[in-house]
């Protein structure tokens, strides 16, 4: 499957003749992470995970392991596998990255950690959270990806410092042309104003979140704001209007996995009950048992 993958890139011609076992098992870690980067972006989280193991075991640089063990904790959270991305992010931890890394390394297990904690089985402690953002915090410098995870993390947690965090994670991502913490920090702000009641504000940054989303190269993170905005329009009252949202949710979520179908189908079953729809939710009932 990952050759198919490669087959518009140009002919491969062997020249492996008269290269030294370290050059080869160089070359061979750099069409193993390829290879894993395709399987993930279709979701085959198994080959791409098995790839990556492969490179590890063939890999002797540190700091090349370090970001292998990044790469194999990134494609964990693909299933939701929230503990073994942890686990691999320690591991890179545990082989002394520099402090730009570390940093960065911190902010993601903190955004996991705090500001997505209904995301683990098995929630880690409070204390161990906000030391991961303490150091995230700490070590990232202003304007870098790490600080607009970090201040991201804040945002999505911290309901009395929400609007400077997802100013500063707004500003950090617009600067580095990340969409995710553009349409993230948008998340947070509509956030503020759901809480505030301002609704229509909140649908307002509901859709720059969308509109943010676009350029994202994986689905499930699209299809995650449409998901969230089609929760934000429902409490506004514009029911109307949430019909967009789950049908592009739906489409998205039928591509990826059965988590992610599910919980499509529990945004549709939610506006179906608010309409008043039942025959059409006794009939999601049954496609919800066999997703």
Same mark, same amino acid.
């Given at each position: ?8 890139? +140009?002919l ?19 069409w193993?992470r ?5 399987a ?7 080959e ?6 492969r490179?590890?075991e063939l890999e ?5 392991r370090?970001e292998?063990?990044r790469?194999?904790?990134h494609?964990h ?5 929230t ?6 992010? /320690? ?5 002394g990255p520099?402090?730009?890394?570390s ?6 297990l ?5 500001g997505?904690?209904?995301?683990w089985?098995q ?5 161990l ?14 304007g870098?990806k790490?600080?607009?995870y ?8 911290d309901p /009395? ?5 997802a100013?500063?994670?707004?500003a950090?991502?617009n600067?580095?042309?990340? +969409? ?5 920090? @948008? ?12 609704f229509d ?17 994986? +689905?499930?993170?699209?299809?995650f ?5 089609g @929760? ?6 514009r ?5 967009? @949202?789950?049908?592009m949710?739906?489409?998205?979520a039928?591509s990826?996995? +059965?988590?992610? /179908? ?8 939610l506006?179906?009950s608010?309409?008043g ?10 496609e919800?048992?066999?997703?």
């Amino acid at each position: 499957r990952a050759a198919a993958d490669l087959e518009n890139l +140009p002919l491969y011609i062997d020249d492996t003749a008269g290269l030294s076992i370290a050059a080869l098992r160089t070359r061979a870690v750099t069409w193993l992470r390829r290879a894993a980067e395709l399987a993930a972006a279709r979701y085959d989280v198994k080959e791409a995970l098995a790839l990556l193991a492969r490179a590890l075991e063939l890999e002797t640089d540190d700091q090349a392991r370090i970001e292998l063990h990044r790469h194999i904790a990134h494609v964990h959270t693909l299933h939701y596998d929230t503990e073994s991305f942890r686990s691999a992010m /320690e591991d890179a931890l545990a082989l002394g990255p520099d402090a730009a890394t570390s940093a960065e390394i911190y902010s993601e297990l903190a955004y996991y950690g705090i500001g997505r904690p209904y995301v683990w089985r098995q929630q880690p402690p409070r204390e161990l959270a906000e030391r991961w953002l303490a150091n995230a915090l700490e070590l990232s410098e202003p304007g870098t990806k790490a600080r607009g995870y970090a201040t991201l993390t804040v945002a999505l947690s911290d309901p /009395e410092q929400r609007d400077e965090a997802a100013e500063e994670t707004l500003a950090v991502g617009n600067t580095l042309g990340d +969409p995710r913490l553009v349409a993230s920090a @948008f998340e947070a702000k509509a956030m503020a104003a759901t809480a505030a009641r301002e609704f229509d504000e909140a649908c307002d940054h509901a859709d720059r979140s969308v509109e943010a989303s676009v350029e994202l190269a994986d +689905p499930g993170y699209r299809g995650f704001f449409h998901w969230n905005a089609g @929760f934000i329009y429902l409490r506004a009252g514009r029911i109307g209007e949430v019909r967009r @949202f789950v049908d592009m949710y739906d489409r998205v979520a039928r591509s990826l996995n +059965p988590h992610e /179908e599910v919980h499509a189908l529990a945004l549709r079953a939610l506006l179906e009950s608010v309409l008043g729809r039942w025959h059409v939710l006794a009939e999601l009932a049954q496609e919800a048992d066999a997703a």
